[in-house]
């Protein structure tokens, strides 16, 4: 199965600042079938990104992502206070469909 | 609006069974595949298990098997994951997901999860 590993594991950033943070697969990821998931404790996961790079629906334009192969990204690009969270990347692509460890983007 | 709502979590000793249901409204329900992820303290989400629009395709985690079974009833927009022999690393909440496109295997993302139920396995 594809292993993804996300890095930093903890984020600590200041409203405003812009957050970068990584996924990388054991192997390509076909098709681009690469998504992004914030999750806040209590709630249901929310879906960001689909595709790599396509905002999922009523996603502000502060969240984007890039990347194809084994290389992943997902940008915010000015922290807002709601922002701060638990943030997964999943490849379905593949089976089993598979998620990173999660990033954590706290507060500093 | 989309909603998923997941009921029937709880504590269960090791070996015995649970079933956990999902109700869904705000979409078609007959038209896309279902899915359980569960997260376990401390790990990583981890993909369980799929159904097919239809119900006759599922998909099963190697982990689990065997010993988890998923069915879906679609006059009633439900779909339910039977679990068995429950083992102590089965605890863990259980999120009902839709997906959109694909298949039960692969291909199709998440983009509507339910806020989970809580399984406990414990003597």
């Known amino acids: 199965e594809i292993v993804l590993t996300q890095s930093p594991g903890t984020l600590s950033l200041s409203p405003g600042e812009r957050a970068t943070l990584s996924c990388r697969a054991s192997q390509s990821v076909s098709s681009n079938y690469f998504a992004w998931y914030q999750h806040k404790r209590g709630q249901a996961p929310r879906l960001l990104i689909y595709?790599?790079?396509s905002r999922a629906t009523g996603i502000p334009d502060r969240f984007s992502g890039s990347g194809s192969g084994t290389d992943f990204t997902l940008a915010i690009s000015r922290l807002e206070p709601e922002d701060f969270a638990v943030y997964y990347c999943q490849q379905y692509g593949d089976s089993p469909r598979t998620f990173g460890q999660g990033t954590k983007v706290e507060i500093k | 609006e989309v909603q998923l709502v997941e009921s029937g979590g709880g504590l269960v000793q090791p070996g015995g069974s649970l079933r956990i249901s999902c109700s869904a409204s705000?979409?078609?329900?007959?038209?896309?595949?279902m899915h359980w992820v569960r997260q376990a303290p401390g790990k990583r989400l981890e993909y369980v298990s799929a159904i097919s629009a239809t119900g006759e395709s599922t998909y099963y985690a190697d982990s689990v098997k065997g010993r988890f079974t998923i069915s879906r009833e679609n006059s009633k927009n439900t779909v339910d994951l039977q679990m068995s022999s429950l083992r102590s690393e089965d605890a863990a909440m259980y999120y009902c997901v839709k997906s959109q496109g694909g298949t039960a295997t692969a291909s199709g993302y998440f983009d509507h999860w339910g806020q989970g139920a809580l399984v406990t396995v414990s003597s």
């Open positions: 705000g979409f078609i329900f007959s038209g896309h595949i």
């Open positions: 595709g790599a790079s």
